[in-house]
């Protein structure tokens, strides 16, 4: 970890975003049968971890605090709703009241 007084560098924040934010949106974007999609979704909690590892490593403090948030954000989406990115699960809760003619269903039985 590096010391408090310096910044994580460009590359490395990057990186770590990549592994923990970018890659499970990205798996979560991919639907795939049964047993390929969730161990492809295990693969990105997996990821993730690693994500947080790596900011442990050469990031900041601050940097791997973040990482282990999201983290733990992916863990709880995919025992939730079973998708691995919680981005993924407030689009597919959200999505009925964006689109109208689906969205009329939730006023007319309430």
Known sequence: M??????????????VLGWVLVLPLLVALV???????LVLA?????????????????????VMVLALIGTLLNIVSMVALGTASPLMALHDLSWPYWYHSLADWIYWNV
């Open 2 to 15: 590096l010391e408090p007084e310096h910044h994580t560098p460009k590359p490395v924040l990057r990186q």
């Open 31 to 37: 639907r795939l049968p049964f047993p390929l999609g």
């Open 42 to 62: 295990l693969g990105s909690i997996v990821a993730s971890a690693y994500g947080v590892r790596f900011a442990r490593r050469h990031a900041s403090r601050r």
